[in-house]
Nanobody, 117 residues
C-alpha cells in the first residue's frame, strides 16, 4: 500500500519551532516533487513550500519565507519541514503531497500544528 505519513505536529508557543516529517511507505520518493500544504479552519488548503525531486529547487510561500526550511533525504525516503519563529497564523493542519506526472499524486493524512500561548 502506498502511503505518506506526516508527524511532528503539536502545540507550540509563538516564536517556537517544530519540525514536521513526511515519510513514504510502499514507494520511493526519489522521483517525486514534494509539497507541504496547510489548511486552517474555514480556509482553503494552501501551499507552504515545495522541493524538487532532486532537492535542488525549493520554493516558499511569502508568509513563511525566512522562517521555514524544506529538505529531503531520499535515502531515508523522508521530507522535512523545519518551522521556526512560529506565529499564531501558522496554526493549521499540515499535509505533505508527493507528485509525479507519470507516477501519481499522493497525500498524507495531515498533522495538526497549533501555535498559541
Amino acid at each position: 500500500q502506498l502511503q505518506l505519513a506526516e508527524s511532528g505536529g503539536g502545540l507550540v508557543q509563538p516564536g517556537g519551532s517544530l519540525t514536521l516529517s513526511c515519510v513514504a511507505s510502499g514507494f520511493t520518493l526519489d522521483y517525486y516533487a514534494i509539497g507541504w500544504f496547510r489548511q486552517a479552519p474555514g480556509k482553503e488548503r494552501e501551499v507552504v513550500s515545495c522541493i524538487s525531486s532532486s532537492g535542488s529547487s525549493t520554493n516558499y510561500a511569502d508568509s513563511v519565507k525566512g522562517r521555514f526550511t524544506i529538505s529531503r533525504d531520499n535515502a531515508k525516503n523522508t521530507v522535512s519541514l523545519q518551522m521556526n519563529n512560529l506565529k499564531p497564523e501558522d496554526t493549521a493542519v499540515y499535509y505533505c503531497n508527493a507528485y509525479d506526472l507519470w507516477r501519481g499524486n499522493y497525500w498524507g493524512q495531515g498533522t495538526q500544528v497549533t501555535v498559541s500561548s
